[in-house]
């Protein structure tokens, strides 16, 4: 199990970044699509490119902590999920 979810938490992020990319390859709608067409429009709309890597960001960073909470709640015998100093619950 610990090892399952070590490649989830790798591979959710990942995953985000690249269906970002192959958005930019072609897609009519999406994040990539929003990204790159205010990329070209010139310093009139950077504020809203770096929205959208932020916007990606974000999901990555939540794809990431959604894989964390399925771990705790699927094997909490793990670890880093017990109390800490002897405490038993």
Known sequence: ???LFSGLKIAAPLAVTGAILVE???A????G???LRNLYYGPSH???FW??????ALLGIASYWLMTLVERLVAPW???FRPKGGERS
């Open 46 to 48: 950077t504020y809203m």
């Open 33 to 35: 699509v929003i990204m």
């Open 1 to 3: 199990m610990p090892g």
């Open 51 to 56: 929205s959208t890597v932020l916007v990606g």
């Open 78 to 80: 793990q670890p880093e």
């Open 24 to 26: 930019l390859m072609g």
């Open 28 to 31: 009519q709608h999406g994040i």
